[in-house]
């Protein structure tokens, strides 16, 4: 079994940059597809990114392509998400979380979850 616990989110000015982390623990993490969603209030989860257990490939929301990376590192056993260019209308609650291979785009295919780490962008 996989544990997930999310950092980085904070208060960010529009424009600015945020860099959200995911730390996880137990010796399968290299096995599992790893994928960001977020949750804005009153609005179902959505798909952010996705990368694949070896990091050779991943996928992206047409919403933040050019703008957000997904990237992991095995020997830290943490993946991230480096935000740019960042606007009010991506304020949510951003979620890592690990399932089966390949990095597909449904949340269903993700049975591990964090807890959740809050993303606010002002004006």
């Known amino acids: 079994q996989v544990q997930l616990v999310e950092s980085g989110g904070g208060l960010v000015q529009t424009g600015g940059s945020l860099r959200l982390s995911c730390a996880a623990s137990?010796?399968?993490?290299?096995?599992?597809?790893m994928g960001w969603f977020r949750q804005a209030p009153g609005k179902e989860r959505e798909f952010v990114a996705a990368i694949s257990w070896s990091g050779g490939i991943t996928n992206y929301a047409d919403s933040v392509k050019g703008r957000f990376t997904i990237s992991r590192d095995n020997a830290k056993i943490t993946v991230c998400l480096q935000m740019n260019s960042l606007k009010p209308e991506i304020t949510a609650v951003y979620y890592c979380a690990a399932g089966r291979p390949p990095p597909v785009a449904t949340r269903t295919a993700y049975n591990t979850w964090g807890q959740g780490t809050q993303v606010t962008v002002s004006s």
């Open positions: 137990g010796r399968t993490f290299s096995m599992y597809t």
